[in-house]
């Protein structure tokens, strides 16, 4: 058990740029999610997957942020044109099955100039 | 919706004294209900969870929670802090019906400070 795994651990980007980050689950796990943490606040849910499958998102993702996971394993989240409001830390988070814990990785934190 | 109140931003307790955090939570039925603690550029580390059964529940490092209906309640407790339990601790409320109750609600934290 290595851990939820998450690249890079910082980025700094400009305005307008696109930026893609990415989470290795713990092996065998079949749930990804995506959870977004800004300063001084809890994190807040935006997406997750089922295996391969992307069974639901938050409103809080609108149509610059697309998140992936194409065979069921590693998963991509990126966010087109970003904006300084996307500034924060990007949490990815792996369970086996229900009613297991929720595995956290370190994040991704996101600086937008 | 669902929703996650920790009223206390900050609390300072001295190395060994005893602990509680606050956590009350808005849900349409019987919640799941989790602490986690979270320290400096880290991810965040579950302490305990509430699925159903004894209210009294028993976590990690020590800490434990009582699930209290009438009052929607949660609170954190430690009869006695270390200095290494200086962190930020989160109450979260998750969602039955979608997500397989890990689409999680987080209260907005509180930072613990242990003075030694």
């Known amino acids: 058990d290595t851990g939820v795994s998450q690249n890079p651990r910082h980025k700094i980007t400009k305005r307008g740029q696109n930026v893609t980050f990415r989470c290795d689950p713990i092996?065998?796990?079949?749930?990804l999610y995506w959870y977004r943490q800004t300063l001084g606040q809890g994190p807040e849910f935006l997406t997750y997957f089922q295996n391969e499958a992307q069974l639901e998102k938050s409103r809080l993702l609108s149509d610059r942020f697309s998140a992936e996971r194409p065979k069921g394993s590693f998963s991509t989240l990126e966010i087109q044109r970003t904006e300084q409001g996307d500034s924060a830390m990007y949490l990815c988070a792996t369970l086996k099955e229900d009613n297991s814990p929720l595995h956290f990785g370190n994040g991704t934190r996101l600086t937008v100039t | 919706a669902q929703s996650v109140t920790q009223p206390d931003i900050h609390i300072t307790v001295s190395e060994g004294a005893s602990l509680e955090l606050r956590c009350n939570y808005s849900y349409g039925a019987t919640p799941y209900l989790f602490w986690y603690v979270q320290s400096p550029g880290q991810g965040l580390q579950l302490l305990l969870k509430?699925?159903?059964?004894?209210?009294l529940v028993q976590g990690i490092k020590g800490f434990e929670a009582e699930f209290k209906r009438s009052q929607s309640s949660f609170n954190l407790r430690k009869p006695s802090v270390h200095w290494s339990d200086a962190a930020e601790y989160f109450c979260?409320?998750?969602?039955?019906?979608?997500?397989?109750?890990?689409?999680?609600?987080f209260g907005t934290g509180t930072q613990l400070k242990v003075e030694l």
């Open positions: 509430y699925f159903s059964g004894d209210t």
């Open positions: 979260a409320v998750g969602d039955i019906l979608t997500g397989g109750g890990n689409k999680l609600t």
């Open positions: 092996s065998e796990h079949n749930r």
